[in-house]
């Protein structure tokens, strides 16, 4: 059972109100590697693991997020306030609430007119968060990993959001935030360094034909060889006829139909088949123009 | 320049059509950890990136992706071919399409009668694929991390394929692609080995007063203590008092206001403010029914 | 500050696994009318009020919501629990698992295929959450109101979950979670009612000539007379033509141009202009069947 | 059947040009809580519904809203105009052309560049429409008071935008749309009051232990009492023991496993057992920066 | 402005209900071919639209679209009837109402669990219905394309429905939109053919280099020739040399950069780059299993 | 399979950063009509296409569209690369880095602070590429329709793009980028037009009885006639009686229900019936404003 404490995790001290900047903070609120996608990531795991270790560190910072979540939009909220107020009062006069609504800069006009001045669950491009940012699939040799990589990414937005405020308050709270990341990155390091083994994830072996090959898939000015496709861990093919049909069949698929599926096929095949040898005129022919001569005074693109 | 090769890096040889089974496979396709997304996670970084051997590499496994995308499509379109000819040339009485088309199983009705079937971009449920399963934010450490991530969660999900199907062609090539999920991580936790120092990602130090901190959010039964928690590199906080206002502070959020503003918020307080000491008749009391003597004989859901 | 008890608001106690059910019970975990969907509501809600009172109501429910969330999720991943383990550990022949997993029915091949048998956020369609759900504008009078719909709603989901399990241990903590969205249903009513005057919602009033007509819009057999159409507080309005430019203008839209956007319109008319008085040949007219007697044996749909 | 008069429901009068404002007003067009939202809403309860005086009540507005649709969306395109033609027939030259699409304001650069200055089903962040906005159950004692809050939402942000526009035929269309939606709330609270008793919603009595319990789980400074929770129909539960495991259980959730899948659950626990007393070299470890002196000049973020 | 007609535009008469047929129905109701995108489509089309012959053929279709949407939601609703009120009302034990929800087949729980038995506008596998189905952009001769192929998908989808129902009432339902799509693109192919010239679509020219160039991307067993890629009209391209770099150029891309610029990328290319030359431990390699020796017994994929 | 070559197919020569122009250019990587949609589109095709011509023609466009989506994506990352060093090393003031995010306008601050400076797959809205922008459905006479349409969209969206840019290296890839959807358009239309019959699409006709009847459903001023609805193909109708129940029945639906069906919809009836002669106090009366009167200042709407 969650509960709540009305002290913030960290005191939130807003300098002036700023609805521009408040916009870019919904970043890691309601965005993609922001606190919701935090919470809700580690929650899900915790509920469903039966590792007593796991579980119990997943709900701690999971209930952490939640706290971090509070802290953002509490930050969010503080630089919308004046905006919120005249907005819903009514207190400026129509061309002045244009200019501020749409000037203010980067989407806050919607959090204006659409959210009241409020913390929307949006990005700061308005667009609403999905669950589709989580990308827990229940193993956690793969989970771990993914919170892992979460935990890095919020890390570096928080990174780029304190380079952009100088009101110091914000500066410091973004601080704090930024820097829990680093220590939940560093819990569930441990946390997978746990579980041995650990690579490859999941429980089946890969094929050990192809564990160690390097295809060297983009060829020309630019290749590079390093420790990820060179040395006594990779074998490295580079011969196009060698990185197709690696099985040493014709690369060709096949199925096997039933006789009534076949003639279905076939039926259907005949029905749309494509006729090579004949050159129809076709509907763009009909009411082409005329390259070069077009009545319509088309303007030639080249040369440019 | 992408160049394409008619012959599937892995030959694809379907013993017979199965529609349910194509549908399940859709999670490698259009799913979230699927190739397309693969695909498009590297492909992005690689133009973006400047680092040549990180750019190179990218871009190999990128190309590669794509002709894994194609592998695994060519098993979905190999899987769902009778039920193609069969619906497109409406073959079955009316009933028996029906019931073939609702009772294949997990969604397939859809793949077969939105799509045809042939092999659309969306997952196992139907939902269609979109960019925001791709959580690149253009920073390498941090990059890195979510390709490694990426690759462990592909792996389980074609483990899981794997143990769902007796098919030895559609085994054996999930083998394949599986076993290459294993052979990118490598890669890329080389890539990340070869940045030093990778961690904390980013540029930014984190607050050396919270970075080795561990809050203790969750309690009760079942707290565990563990290398994520204990030992030298942790202080570990259990005390609910000295878990908020962390920064000394009163936990209090603030922000300073104009004139102007303070007014339209007070004035926006004063028109919306609830009136605590009154019990107002609400909408809900005009027509609430009588719990325990309900005219409508409600069902009382106690004891159950 | 949020913290977190390892006890659960209400025990859970499954009697046996269920994935089939498992699924349908997402509805209130991911789903629109869920747990998380509340939870969100009244937290962001709560972050940008400036009234004690109904800041201090917020985050009371938020956070009981959070711990409903921690219930159902707990029912998801106990009804899940037996089929994560197979799954994840592929104890199952091949095709049992793939009849197993298909066979469950209703979407559970997504919370297993995908999520591995745990509590993903997704509705019993496997359709990811996303905060489009809510719908919070940050006017008091307008989200009270939206509240109290949203409490009605997910009540009335419960009671469907709860008339399809007969399992007592769920259906009990499922009426716990019902009851509870009663309660507050109750509470926003009282929040809603302590603010004065709270209709209409806001502060502009409405345009006096419209305010009380009712348009009757659709007609023929079924027209019906009731409260919401009739009677003092009601003009009804069923003549077409004064139902439409009711302002008494032509009903014709208008915009002044300057000379230079005139010019450019004029411009994109000619160059895109049609010419009724010709009848092209088209593109369809090109390849038509001849209907009634199409060399392609068509089927006719007459007579059905 | 729905017919259409090519008169508007209110004459639209605009004074000149304006992607910005346009781009705005698409939030009543294509936005969460815009005519389209609306007309579906009614349209699809208007479907389902029964009862001959709800089932007349829901098709009326929803034709309405569709005409509401048609004013608002012709607002936009009048507004659009202007841009349009230069748009589609490149009048301007390129810089000019690049400043007016970057610098009009608000997400009007895709209105243009995307829609080329039409009427697209966006909000005002460029957010397509989607039906996850329709909150629509099938139960009428929910479903109208879903419809009232929508009404009350869609009243506010016509409110917002009267208040940014001074051009007076916008002000007078949009002040008229603002209308109907009180008279519409007007319309679905007789709706549902003629219903007897419409609360709780739907069937299913609650469980008299909770119906009248609120529980105050956020606590601190801030903490209030009104009629949302004192008075004769409350019980007020602070004590944190009293608010968990209410039922008078453990609060800890359990479930019956057949032996197979007890055994496969322990065989994945096994495999991916963290092991506690283990302090594990991390993959963070091998390569971090040494925080304070780190070669690669990082900035520490303290003092700011 | 739109009015209704309580008279359906074709007599709706279901022989029995069928949640999971009404299920299938969706996909022309909700789902992206079905009858709301096309009313969105033609409708926004109209409201941007100068030409005063398509402004009116596009009101008039999407007119008659309204009133299909009414037709086949009707059909949607009648088909689940049945089933909207033993649920509502509870009526069945609980055992049989789980396996009718679960057992009706494709989706149709979603549905009646979430829906109650109504009318949603999602498509057969329960995803919301999204404007981002609607490809209008605001040119005639782009916009008139996509409309007739949005007629013909339309047409395809309501031929395979017709192929899964022998409920005779249904099918000839279905039977009159099918024909309707029909007419539609007749008269859009009309109002295409009706504009001179309309290929290319818009103003500008292609470049005449490039124009008539086929690059035979895909090379192996299956190249084929055709009218498109022969002929007197096409220059066919398969040497991969004259594929890359078409312009002359090296095919590197370029950007100029200021100093300050230049300086700041020198600096993030430092701290992240990749030292190629060492072979760095990696975190997977920390924990890696033994593949072939695992002492976890992990499953040898190979051979299958 | 896919193979890459590391030149471009169009050298990309950028003159200076821009990331709003960055951002524009983004909807051909990741928006709806772009270069990402039009290969999923056609190769997603190619997969399940049986016909080898167009199977071969699929491929090879999808492989060049693959290719364009490169050259864009290069030119996206050219005109960022200036803007992701700043960022990501912080080399900017704070103030001065907001500006700089905050002022070049259109949604670039996304693609800065959420991606990095990189090359998402978002549209210039930074809304996220979806597979619900491809309209795919698995039958050739409607698929080639909707990639005739497609490359038509694409063609005008680089048109505009090319209009607002004068930088002559992105000015030149561009038109080349725009000259090949011309290409490809027409081998579609060959493709289209190799088919016989291919019109209407699909296997069965429509009913004779509205295959050629044109509802003139808009009324008014503006009624128009045209190839489109008048001539020997056209049986116009304009009477609103003969335009509902088309098929000589009612118009009005039904359906046959079970007698347990039928109690349960009667018990549902008379649960959530409304009483029509009734005028009940409702909610909004309780706390009513007095329009007119208002005790909070409310301000009239009219006059305006």
């Known amino acids: 059972m969650f509960s709540h404490n009305k002290r913030l995790q960290y005191t939130v001290r807003v300098s002036e109100c700023n609805p521009a900047l408040a916009n870019l903070m919904l970043e890691q609120f309601g965005g993609p590697q922001g606190e919701l996608a935090a919470a809700c990531r580690y929650f899900t795991q915790a509920l469903a693991e039966d590792d007593p270790g796991r579980k119990d560190l997943l709900m701690d910072i999971a209930t952490e997020e939640l706290s971090h979540l509070e802290v953002i939009g509490t930050i969010v909220a503080m630089l919308n306030k004046g905006a919120k107020g005249r907005l819903a009062e009514g207190v400026d006069a129509e061309a002045d609430a244009f200019r501020s609504i749409t000037g203010a800069g980067n989407d806050s006009h919607v959090t204006q007119v659409l959210y009241g001045g409020g913390a929307p669950l949006v990005n700061s491009a308005g667009v609403p968060w999905t669950a589709a940012y989580i990308d827990t699939i229940g193993e956690p040799t793969a989970d771990l ?9 919020a890390k570096i937005i928080y990174e780029r959001l304190i380079n952009c405020t100088d009101d110091p308050g914000v500066k410091e709270a973004l601080g704090f935030l930024m820097t829990r990341e680093i220590a939940h990155q560093k819990s569930f390091e441990k946390a997978l360094y746990s579980i041995t083994p650990n690579f490859p994830p999941g429980k089946l072996e890969g094929d050990a ?36 049909a690696v099985d040493g069949g014709d690369g060709m698929p096949s199925v096997n139909l039933t006789t009534e599926e076949e003639a279905a096929l076939n039926a259907m095949a005949l029905r749309t088949q494509s006729e090579p040898s004949e050159d129809p005129v076709t509907g763009a022919e009909l009411k082409a123009g005329t390259q070069g001569g077009d009545p319509m005074n088309r303007t030639p693109i080249k040369p440019m």
Chains 1, 2, 3, 4, 5, 6 share one sequence.
């Open 209 to 244: 034909r192809f564990t160690n090959v390097y295809f060297n898939m983009s060829q020309g000015d630019g290749d590079m060889r390093g420790s990820w496709n060179q040395g006594q861990q990779w074998q490295f093919v580079s011969d196009r006829n060698e990185q197709s």
């Open 145 to 153: 990993r993914s919170n892992i990589a979460a935990e890095a990414r």
